[in-house]
């Protein structure tokens, strides 16, 4: 059966007007079938794409519907890009066009490769439906693209069209469209079918293998012979053009490598954590290339020795042979034994050749993985490819852009009398050297590669040959490859050659290769060319014989000796002579030829080759060279030391001063805010100068170019910075790093020689000079993105914006970010200025978190002494590019992000996403000296050690006492880190190690090791006051697993050795432990890796580093877990205050005599256990787990305290009022007795007047009977009478020995009233007889400060002023004493405060009433605690300050004693009872007397007593929801402790009234409890009052509607029952129990009622205007009774820590009122003169903040007492005040309270007596804040 071609329809539907989405869903035949193949990267897929706009590779065939809507046509679009199965290809349903995309820049090889691929896949008739399609960036011009296209006999240029890659320009489809159309007409309308696929494929086939066989025919000499006019490479392969595509093809399919010819490998898929590297026999063939670059980027030179484990029979190996079953062994079996036959089986593949893999590879990587790949290979001692065919096209390439990265360095020896000898070092590319080129005509027996590898390194394969492991006879990928090498000269006596030397080595018979041979011969000093005889004669050999250069000829027939036939042209035998002896002879003979007249060789002059195609060549990659060069034609021509000094200017000089003046502000003395006031300018006039000098044309252009490039060109452009710059630099490095290599030398010699004569100051100035010189010369990259990081802190510290978009910097971070993001290392720390630049780093990584998200790293750090190879360890381990080329060193620290493959992490099973490396500058450097390298030694590793989440601490070689140093610094740094709770992990690696493999050398070296870790560990102890006894106690450490042994990094000496195997695999076994350990840990988020390297850094700028460190982002999710906490306490809270309520109703309502505890907690269980599984659900929470733990035991048993406080709390205040209940029962009984007689005798008297009596009349009468009725309720009861406290005080105090005048003065100053709000109390004191005050007038010099001390006449002044603004009139003034403390009397007063307030309020004075003996107790407590204070103070205070204490005692005692009084007397005072009644009861006696039946007046009893109780509940409720509503959603209750600071502060400042700042200062929580009381009223009566009112009207509602169910219910009940008046009673009394408190009423006056729906509606009747008139109550009644919304939040907020700073009086900002172990901290502390603090002995105010004094060298004298200074950084060992403080070194300043010093700065002198003067004066800069940014300084600093 034959199937035709498809058709297209002759009629297209272009009438159809249905929208493209319509017509898509439809069955419609479509008009063209397209199908997309190429590169999935030539076009950009989207939403905008006209052409696709899915990436979606697909075979099925979709409706495009932008098409439809730009040219109304049914085009179905399949999406074939990248390397599809070809099965996939959906050929049966007939495809029009294959448009094959190819981007611009790389159009021609693209273009070549996959047209090949398609005609292998489709046959050559396919070609006539290919449209090529070029697409290029929006700005580029495809210039060049369809010559370099014509030059392909394939392609057609009517089939050819241009695209930009966004495909979004209407008019570009539509012209493809139209060519489309003609191609379409041209094939006449047929599409292609598999059918014709099928029929090509053969033809292909046919054509190919008639030609095969035709190539076959003639003998081997007569093709040697015809090679010699063969025009190139493609007319000489002695196979089949389809056999060698066959066998390429086979090839890169065992390799797995068949999609990457087209979609390359690129340094992204490498550059990952992945698997350690495979051992050599566990690898399989489909894994071989992958795991021949992975061991070769790891540094190991067996890369090329990898042995395949066997998989499938048809692979045959070496190793094996077959074993005959055959036993025989007669001499006639003797042929047949020696027949190998049939042990030979052709069809068997062997396994593939090392080069194979290793070309295959190379073929198969983008320019970039090249790059890494030749690098690797050269480091290996390799050699690298010089001239590469192309397997599909056979075009020949130079990769030249592949080499660029490769810098060496030699010595040159110039033969003389001294035998100079001369460092160079430079491109590869650049040098300049002979070049001695090796051919091969014909075979032979000798390896030529083999007898190479003797003249450059005879123990080292620099080039594969047949002897080499795992050789076979057939490779695919070698031949016509020429390699080079080089030999570098190590300025030793035995160096082969005394300059460096290039070796190019070309693979294969170079009479096949013709236009190679040419191109080597023309560029080599010397050529050596191999043959087997010299009988016969080669147009090769006679070329050459002609030429002038040099000629060695091998010849394999000949035995004799180098002999030089004519000048220049020498013969030398190999026949019977050992390879060595060839090899030396050809030395010499090479030598003698170098020693005269010859050409050089430089890689850079392939590029002008004609015939071969160089790399760097593409278009790309000249775009990246065009723009780099533009920037380094900026510095041709200048000094190298002079390029960074005037183009980046920024990280000069400015830089270094603006650093040293930033340290200097953890070190002042004196005038410290003044001195740090000027700093901070100075620092900001530095950053002024660098925005001015910061648009240099170097800046500029790069910045505008990583701006502008797309990310193709911007990796190109980078790469040829880095290439050009490191090529200016390196020469003149070498020699800078010789005279500092021959200066050492003279400085090292001299102190061996214990020389101490001023030659040696004189050497060490001159080897500091080089060292300034060297640091001046060195200029990378990273100097370049330093310079941006310069330019972005400058900036953004002046908040100015550049005027040109293009060089914007705040786009630096983002710039920086995308490199980091693709494997750049980044800078961390800047090494030549020794700081870290932290607003570049956060911003970068900021960055960095909104491109990828907030990752999980594991930061691994590496610590250890300079030049040990640490980089060299990260770069094999990682496969990295840290610096590690000579002379450049690592300075500083840069970190690298690398990503974990899932592969590993699923394995692993690992917690993070990335490893972020941390390479760091080596300790004990040379250029610092003394006490200056230990400093700085410990600042590294104190930050690197705390910042990892593991550290590798490298020691290299086996000096013992750099070992010792190393191992002091970093047991320090653990010790450290120990100390503030963070935990990271280490291994030692030592490498270097002469004879690793002796296990009893490294168990003795690991004893040894732990011994001196132990000694270290104990000696930081001691300097960091911890109790430490060994090394495990500082750090989770285990010897026999953390200690690593590293082989020698090189095989011999460089620069000829190659790395040493055995160095790779510890490398492996390393990362091997790395990621053990690693699976162990969460890692850390970015944003806290973000704010650990500011905490860590900013502690580290003090020299209290445990003191110092602040943990930001602990803090935050402290802070967020406190905002957590108090909501599941208020939740607690409210349940618990909702119980109450019931339970205080149901007592009233004498349903409940006991209040046991069991219910409480069965009734709160439901809650506590709902808030027990929250905080088991957010202490689990992944992200902040680890963190969280340390809190999770102590919060766990805090919320179990608090829930069973409240229990109690709640029992205890029910107890009392059941107590009350029953105090009052005798009362209640007589009540009862009182109101049925009432109703009795006002029932039978309303009924004898009736119709007799007028209204006046009737009041009358109903007062005779209600006088008696009273006269007899009250009988036998003493009224209560009111209590007269002011009297009781003066009587109690006069009894404790008081003079009455004393008492009556005091009194009547009122000075008593804010006693613990004076600024000073120095007319209270009275100096001890052995104190004189003469003694201590010398003190006054001292410059000392001290917190709070005055002299008499300042005190005048303070008391006058106190006097004005409060009112009060002052005491008499006594002589100050400088050496009080007034801190420490004004903490003692609120300590008696608060001990007499707790002791008076467990008097039953509610219950019992009140006694005057309850003040006598309070005074006499307060006499004893005066004692016991005087006895411990060098002073007494007079007996004013025990009375005025007593007075302020009583003071605040007084409204809680009159409130609990009030409730006893209404609770006991039946005058009172029965007055309240009397209104009620008239009225009833009216409804009597008016007729009304029974039902009707027992309805009216009831509802005038749930008027009162409904109004109650209601009010009650309302303030349970009110305080719930503002706790929610109101902003400052809503969040921590931290949060209700804020906002009472912003409170304060708006008001600007000084006292309410006292208030504050002197009692932060009174000042707080004010604040929410003014809050809660502004929210209910001003703010909020609609939804306050809101609230009351729902309760309104609920309770009215409570009422009506609860009435409804009891009436159905009783009638069910057929119960009678007092079952009714009982359950309605029994429904409203929780709810309503309902009096008793006595029943038996009302037993006649028998209708009680009737009852019910009468209640319901009298119930509308109690619902009316509850509906308009007003929030202010709500004020009368039980529940306060503010009370309630004053409870749940202000029930926190209120301990205050002893410097500065900030209040700590703790939830929890007792958070020990915890210390005592505030995000902000204050200015000391808030406090009044001062200098000793003068009257001058101290501006200065605490958290600038301990990061000074000034002392205090703690209390203002001691004779003994404390330094301000030792402050906590000052006393129990100060060692629970956490006072954090901050040099800066919250601006709210500099603003409140200048606001006040008057009051502040008159309160505290004291002047803003001398030592003392505000800085001018404090002046210039306002109040606005005071208050904006808040939200900034204050949130939680």
Same mark, same amino acid.
């Given at each position: 059966?034959?199937c035709?071609p ?5 009629e297209?539907?272009h ?8 017509a898509?869903?439809?069955?419609v ?16 897929i989207g939403?905008k794409?006209?052409l696709?706009d899915?990436?979606?590779?697909t ?8 098409l439809?809507?730009?040219c ?20 049966n ?7 094959l ?5 790389q ?8 047209v ?16 090529t ?6 700005n ?6 369809l010559?370099d296209?014509?030059a392909n006999?394939?392609?057609a240029?009517?089939r050819?069209h ?7 320009d209407?008019?570009?489809?539509v ?10 007409s ?5 599409s292609?079918?598999?059918l014709m696929?099928?029929?090509n ?5 046919h ?5 095969y ?10 093709m040697?012979?015809?090679?010699e ?14 056999d060698?595509e066959?066998?390429?093809e ?10 990457? /010819?087209?979609?390359?490998? #690129? $340094?992204a898929?490498?550059?990952k954590?992945?698997? +350690? !590297?495979?051992?050599?026999n %566990? =690898?399989?063939e489909?894994?071989l290339?992958?795991?021949f ?7 190991d030179y067996?890369?090329?020795?990898? /042995?395949?484990?066997?998989? #499938? $029979? ?5 190793q094996?042979? +077959? !074993?005959?079953?055959s036993? %025989? =062994?007669?001499?006639?079996d003797?042929?047949?034994?020696f027949n ?11 396994h593939v050749?090392?080069?194979d ?13 090249k790059?890494?790949?030749?690098k690797?290979?050269?480091?290996c001692?390799?050699?690298l ?11 020949i ?14 010595k040159?020896t110039e ?5 100079t000898?001369?460092m160079k070092?430079m491109?590869?590319?650049k040098?300049e ?7 091969r005509l ?9 007898l190479?590898?003797s ?7 620099t ?14 990928l ?7 090498a080089?030999?570098?000269p ?6 082969s050659?005394?300059?460096c030397i ?5 693979h294969?018979?170079?009479l096949?290769?013709e ?7 023309d ?6 060319v ?22 060695i000829?091998l010849?394999a027939?000949k ?7 004519k ?8 026949k019977?002579r050992s390879q060595?002896?060839?090899a030396?002879?050809?030395?010499m003979t090479?030598?003698k ?14 590029s ?7 790399d760097e060549?593409?278009?790309v990659?000249?775009k990246g060279?065009?723009?780099a ?7 041709q ?8 000094e ?16 930033k ?7 004196g005038n410290?805010e003044k001195?740090k ?6 620092l ?34 980078l790469k ?6 490191d090529?200016?630099?390196t020469?003149?490095?070498?020699s800078i790093?010789?005279?500092y290599?021959?200066k ?5 010699a001299?102190?061996n ?5 001023p030659?040696l100051?004189r050497?060490?100035n ?14 990378g ?7 941006m990081g310069?330019i972005y802190?400058?900036h953004?510290?002046?908040k ?7 060089t914007?910097w705040?786009k630096?971070?983002e ?5 980091m993001i693709?494997?750049h290392p ?5 090494g030549?200025?020794?700081y870290?630049?932290?607003t ?10 909104r491109?990828l998200g ?9 610590l250890g ?6 980089s060299?360890?990260?770069n094999?381990?990682?496969?990295l590019?840290?610096?590690?080329s ?14 974990v ?11 993070f996403?990335y ?9 004990r450097?040379?250029e ?9 030694d410990?600042?590294l590793?104190?930050f690197?050690?705390?910042l990892?989440?593991?550290?590798l601490?490298n020691?290299?070689g ?27 992990s ?6 270097n ?6 296990a ?8 040894r ?23 495990s ?6 010897v026999q ?6 082989a ?20 492996q076994?390393l990362?091997?432990?790395i990621?053990?350990?690693?699976s ?5 988020t ?14 580290l700028?003090?020299?209290q ?5 602040k ?7 402290y ?20 119980i109450?309520?019931?339970?205080h ?16 907690f069965?009734?709160?269980s439901k809650t506590f ?5 929250e905080?088991?659900l957010?202490?689990?929470d ?10 999770r035991?102590r919060f766990e ?10 229990v109690?709390?709640v ?9 009350q ?16 007689k009432?109703l009795q005798?006002s ?6 007047l ?24 009250s009988?036998?009861i003493k009224p ?6 002011e009297e009781?005080?003066?009587?109690v105090l ?7 005048g004393?008492?009556?003065?005091c009194?009547d ?11 000073h109390y ?12 003469s003694?201590e ?17 300042v ?9 004005q ?14 050496d009080l403390?007034?801190?420490?009397i004004?903490?003692?007063?609120s300590q ?10 467990t008097?039953?004075v ?18 004893t605690?005066v004692?016991?204070?005087?006895s ?11 009375v005025?204490?007593?007075?302020y005692?009583?003071d605040?005692a007084?409204?809680?004693l ?8 209404k609770?006991?005072?039946?005058h ?5 009644k ?11 007397w008016?007729?009304n039946?029974?039902a ?5 009893m ?15 409720k309302t303030?349970?929801?009110l ?17 209700l ?12 009234d ?12 009174s000042?707080?409890?004010n604040?929410?009381?003014?809050e ?5 009566f ?6 306050a ?6 309760n309104?509602d609920?309770?009215?509607e409570?009422v009506?169910?609860?009435l ?15 079952m009714w ?7 409203l ?7 008793t009423i006595s ?17 319901e ?10 509906s308009?109550?007003?929030?202010d ?11 309630i ?12 700073c002893p410097?500065c ?5 703790n ?10 901290n505030v995000?902000f502390h204050?200015s000391?003169s808030v ?25 205090f004298?703690?209390?203002g007492?001691s004779?003994?200074?404390?330094p ?10 100060f ?9 800066s300043?919250l601006t ?9 700065q008057q009051?502040?002198e008159?309160y ?15 002046r ?9 300084s808040?939200d900034e600093?204050?949130?939680?």
């Amino acid at each position: 059966m034959e199937c035709d071609p498809v058709e297209d329809p002759h009629e297209p539907q272009h009438s159809v007007t249905k929208s493209a989405s319509a017509a898509s869903n439809n069955t419609v035949i479509p008009e063209l079938t397209l199908l997309l193949t190429g590169d999935r990267n030539s076009i950009e897929i989207g939403t905008k794409n006209i052409l696709l706009d899915h990436d979606e590779q697909t075979n099925v065939e979709q409706f495009s519907a932008k098409l439809y809507d730009l040219c109304g046509r049914h085009i179905s679009v399949i999406n074939m890009l990248g390397h599809p199965n070809i099965d996939r290809v959906p050929l049966n349903q007939g495809i029009h066009a294959f448009l094959l995309l190819v981007p611009y820049g790389q159009h021609n090889s693209h273009y070549k490769s996959r047209v090949y691929w398609l005609e292998k896949t489709f046959g050559r008739g396919f070609l006539s439906y290919v449209m090529t399609v070029v697409t290029h960036e929006s700005n580029e011009k495809c210039e060049g693209a369809l010559a370099d296209l014509k030059a392909n006999s394939s392609f057609a240029e009517k089939r050819y069209h241009t695209c930009t890659r966004t495909m979004t320009d209407e008019k570009e489809i539509v012209s493809l469209l139209e060519k489309i159309d003609v191609m379409v007409s041209e094939n006449d309308h047929q599409s292609y079918s598999r059918l014709m696929c099928v029929q090509n494929k053969d033809q292909k086939e046919h054509l190919d293998h008639n030609s095969y066989k035709e190539e076959r025919v003639g003998t081997e000499e007569e093709m040697e012979i015809s090679t010699e006019v063969t025009s190139g490479p493609s007319e000489t392969k002695g196979k089949g053009t389809v056999d060698v595509e066959k066998e390429i093809e086979t090839l890169l399919s065992r390799l797995h490598l068949q999609d990457k /010819l087209q979609q390359k490998l #690129s $340094p992204a898929d490498f550059l990952k954590i992945g698997p +350690p !590297v495979k051992p050599s026999n %566990d =690898t399989c063939e489909k894994e071989l290339a992958y795991t021949f670059l992975q061991t070769l980027l790891a540094l190991d030179y067996r890369a090329r020795h990898i /042995l395949v484990k066997q998989e #499938s $029979p048809e692979v045959s190996h070496s190793q094996s042979a +077959p !074993v005959s079953d055959s036993t %025989d =062994t007669d001499d006639n079996d003797l042929d047949e034994f020696f027949n190998t036959d049939e042990d030979s089986d052709q069809s068997k593949q062997t396994h593939v050749h090392p080069m194979d893999v290793q070309m295959a590879v190379f073929h198969c990587s983008d320019s970039f993985l090249k790059q890494d790949m030749v690098k690797k290979l050269s480091q290996c001692q390799y050699a690298l490819p010089l001239l590469v065919p192309d397997p599909v096209t056979m075009d020949i390439e130079c990769p030249l852009w592949t080499l660029r990265q490769i810098i060496k360095t030699w010595k040159v020896t110039e033969i003389n009398d001294k035998d100079t000898i001369t460092m160079k070092s430079m491109p590869i590319c650049k040098a300049e050297t002979p070049m001695v080129s090796f051919f091969r005509l014909g075979s032979l027996s000798q390896s030529k590669s083999h007898l190479m590898n003797s003249l450059i390194n005879d123990t080292h394969s620099t080039f594969f040959h047949r002897n080499c492991k795992g050789s076979t006879k057939s490779r695919h990928l070698m031949d016509g490859v020429a390699e080079i090498a080089w030999y570098f000269p190590a300025g030793n006596p035995n160096d082969s050659f005394t300059d460096c030397i290039a070796f190019c080595n070309l693979h294969g018979d170079a009479l096949m290769t013709e236009k190679q041979h040419e191109i080597l011969i023309d560029k080599s000093s010397v050529n050596v060319v191999f043959v087997p005889t010299t009988q016969k004669s080669t147009a090769v050999l006679s070329a050459l014989l002609k030429s002038p250069k040099p000629l060695i000829i091998l010849v394999a027939d000949k035995d004799c000796g180098g002999v030089e036939k004519k000048p220049g042209k020498y013969i030398v035998g190999l026949k019977e002579r050992s390879q060595s002896d060839v090899a030396e002879e050809l030395k010499m003979t090479i030598k003698k030829t170098l020693s005269g007249p010859h050409t050089s060789f430089q890689l850079e002059s392939m590029s002008k080759v004609s015939g071969v195609r160089v790399d760097e060549d593409d278009p790309v990659c000249q775009k990246g060279k065009s723009a780099a060069m533009k920037i380094l034609n900026l510095l041709q021509g200048m000094d190298i030391s002079k390029i960074k000094e005037k183009f980046l200017p920024c990280q000069g000089n400015l830089w270094h001063e603006w650093c040293r003046i930033k340290k200097e502000l953890y070190h002042l003395q004196g005038n410290i805010e003044k001195e740090k006031s000027q700093k901070e300018q100075a620092l900001t006039q530095i950053r002024q100068e660098q925005c001015s000098v910061s648009h240099t044309n170097l800046m500029k252009s790069f910045t505008e170019s990583l701006l502008s490039l797309p990310s193709t060109h911007k990796e190109y452009f980078l790469k040829w910075m880095q290439i050009l710059i490191d090529a200016l630099s390196t020469d003149d490095l070498a020699s800078i790093l010789q005279r500092y290599d021959e200066k050492w030398s003279e400085v090292l010699a001299l102190k061996n020689e214990h020389d101490k004569s001023p030659l040696l100051d004189r050497k060490q100035n001159e080897l500091e000079q080089i060292s300034k010189e060297l640091q001046s010369a060195t200029f990378g990259l990273e100097h370049i993105f330093r310079e941006m990081g310069q330019i972005y802190e400058a900036h953004k510290s002046q908040k100015k914006q550049t005027h040109n978009r293009q060089t914007d910097w705040s786009k630096y971070p983002e710039l920086a970010a995308d490199l980091m993001i693709s494997g750049h290392p980044m800078e961390l720390m800047d090494g030549d200025a020794g700081y870290a630049p932290l607003t570049w780093i956060s911003s970068v990584l900021e960055e960095v978190i909104r491109k990828l998200g907030d990752q999980t790293v594991f930061v691994l750090s590496v610590l250890g002494v300079q030049s040990s190879g640490k980089s060299t360890m990260l770069n094999a381990m990682f496969g990295l590019q840290f610096a590690v080329s000579a002379g450049r060193y690592t300075k500083g620290a840069f970190m690298q992000l690398i990503k974990v493959s899932e592969e590993i992490r699923n394995y692993l099973k690992l917690k993070f996403d990335y490893f972020l490396v941390v390479d760091t500058e080596g300790l004990r450097a040379v250029e610092l000296a003394g006490n200056t390298t230990t400093h700085h030694d410990n600042e590294l590793s104190t930050f690197f050690v705390g910042l990892g989440n593991m550290t590798l601490i490298n020691i290299f070689g086996e000096n013992s006492a750099e070992m010792q140093d190393v191992l002091q610094i970093v047991v320090q740094a653990f010790m450290r880190m120990k100390k503030v709770k963070l935990s990271p992990s280490c291994v030692f690696v030592h490498q270097n190690v002469s004879d690793i493999g002796a296990a009893e050398k490294n168990m003795d070296g690991k004893r040894r090791l732990q011994e001196k870790l132990d000694d270290m560990a104990q000696l930081a102890a001691k300097e960091e006051d911890c109790d430490v006894k060994c090394f495990s106690d500082v750090i989770a450490f285990d010897v026999q697993k953390d200690v690593k042994y590293f082989a020698q990094l090189w095989e011999g000496s460089p620069p000829m050795a190659p790395p040493n195997p055995r160095y790779s695999e510890n490398v492996q076994e390393l990362k091997h432990i790395i990621l053990s350990k690693a699976s162990q840990s969460s890692g850390i988020t970015l944003s806290y890796l973000k704010r650990k390297i500011q905490d860590l850094w900013n502690a580290l700028m003090n020299e209290q580093f445990v003191f110092s460190f602040k943990n930001t982002l602990e803090i935050a999710v402290y802070r967020k877990f406190e905002v957590q906490y108090a909501t599941w306490t208020w939740t607690l809270r409210s349940n618990m205050l909702t119980i109450e309520n019931q339970l205080h109703t149901r007592i009233e309502n004498g349903k409940l005599d006991v209040v046991e505890n069991s219910y409480l907690f069965t009734e709160m269980s439901k809650t506590f256990e709902k808030i027990k599984e929250e905080m088991n659900l957010y202490f689990e929470d992944k992200r902040d787990k680890d963190m969280l733990v340390q809190w999770r035991g102590r919060f766990e048993q805090k919320i179990k305290e608090f829930h069973e406080e409240q229990v109690e709390g709640v029992k205890k205040t029910l107890d009392e009022v059941v107590q009350q209940k029953k105090a009052r029962k005798k009362l209640d009984d007589k009540k009862t007795e009182f109101e049925n007689k009432l109703l009795q005798k006002s029932k039978e008297l309303a009924h004898s007047l009736k119709d007799k009596a007028k209204e006046e009349e009737l009041k009358s009468q109903f007062n005779t009977v209600w006088g008696e009725l009273v006269s007899e309720l009250s009988a036998g009861i003493k009224p209560i009478e009111d209590i007269t406290l002011e009297e009781d005080q003066i009587s109690v105090l006069n009894l404790l020995g008081f003079e009455w005048g004393l008492i009556k003065e005091c009194k009547d100053s009122n000075r008593y009233q804010v006693l613990s709000k004076l600024g000073h109390y120095s007319d209270y004191v009275n100096q001890k007889t052995q104190r004189d005050l003469s003694e201590e007038s010398h003190e006054s010099k001292k410059e000392n400060k001290d917190t709070g001390k005055q002299g008499t006449d300042v005190l005048k002044s303070a008391f006058n002023y106190f006097k004005q603004v409060t009112g009060i009139v002052p005491t008499t003034q006594q002589k100050g004493n400088s050496d009080l403390s007034h801190e420490q009397i004004r903490s003692f007063i609120s300590q008696v405060e608060q001990q007499s307030l707790k002791k008076i309020q467990t008097k039953p004075v509610a219950t019992r009433g009140y006694r005057s003996t309850y003040l006598q107790e309070m005074a006499q407590n307060v006499q004893t605690k005066v004692t016991e204070f005087e006895s411990q103070k060098p002073y007494a205070l007079r007996k004013e300050f025990t009375v005025d204490l007593s007075l302020y005692v009583f003071d605040r005692a007084g409204r809680w004693l009159s409130q609990s009084h009030e409730t006893y007397r209404k609770n006991n005072n039946a005058h009172t009872y029965s007055e309240s009644k009397k209104d009620q009861y008239y009225s009833i006696f009216r409804s009597f007397w008016k007729g009304n039946s029974s039902a009707a007046v027992f309805g009216e009893m009831i509802c005038e007593n749930l008027k009162v109780s409904a109004v109650q509940a209601v009010c009650n409720k309302t303030a349970i929801d009110l305080a719930g509503e503002m706790r929610c959603s109101f902003p400052a209750f809503s969040g921590n402790r931290l949060n209700l600071e804020k906002h009472v502060l912003k409170s304060l400042a708006e008001k600007e009234d000084f006292k309410s700042f006292i208030t504050y200062i002197r009692d932060p929580r009174s000042q707080a409890e004010n604040f929410i009381k003014d809050e809660v009223h502004k929210y209910m009566f001003k703010e909020q009052s609609h939804k306050a009112q809101n609230i009351l009207k729902n309760n309104v509602d609920d309770i009215s509607e409570f009422v009506s169910k609860a009435l409804f219910t009891a009436t159905q009940e009783v009638k069910t029952q057929k119960g009678g008046t007092d079952m009714w009673m009982e359950q309605f009394s029994s429904l409203l129990k929780d709810k309503l408190t309902l009096d008793t009423i006595s029943c038996q006056n009302f037993r006649d009622i028998n209708n009680f729906d009737f009852l019910k509606e009468e209640i319901e009747k009298g119930l509308v205007p109690i619902k009316t008139e509850m509906s308009r109550l007003s929030l202010d009644k709500m004020k009368d009774f039980r529940l306060q919304p503010d009370q309630i939040l004053i409870d749940q907020l202000c029930r926190c820590c209120w301990v205050t700073c002893p410097f500065c009086a900030a209040v700590c900002t703790n939830t929890l009122e007792d958070h020990s172990p915890d210390d005592h901290n505030v995000p902000f502390h204050r200015s000391g003169s808030v406090n009044g603090g001062g200098f000793k002995n003068t009257v001058e105010m101290s501006v200065d903040f605490c958290t600038t004094d301990v990061a000074s060298d000034n002392s205090f004298y703690p209390d203002g007492v001691s004779e003994v200074s404390v330094p301000y950084k030792q402050y906590r060992t000052a006393g129990p005040r100060f060692a629970n403080w956490r006072i954090t070194p901050d040099e800066s300043v919250l601006t709210y309270w500099t603003w409140f010093v200048c606001r006040f700065q008057q009051e502040l002198e008159n309160y505290y007596g004291r002047k803003f003067e001398g030592r003392g004066e505000i800085p001018s800069q404090w002046r210039t804040h306002t109040k606005q940014q005071a208050i904006e300084s808040l939200d900034e600093t204050y949130s939680a």
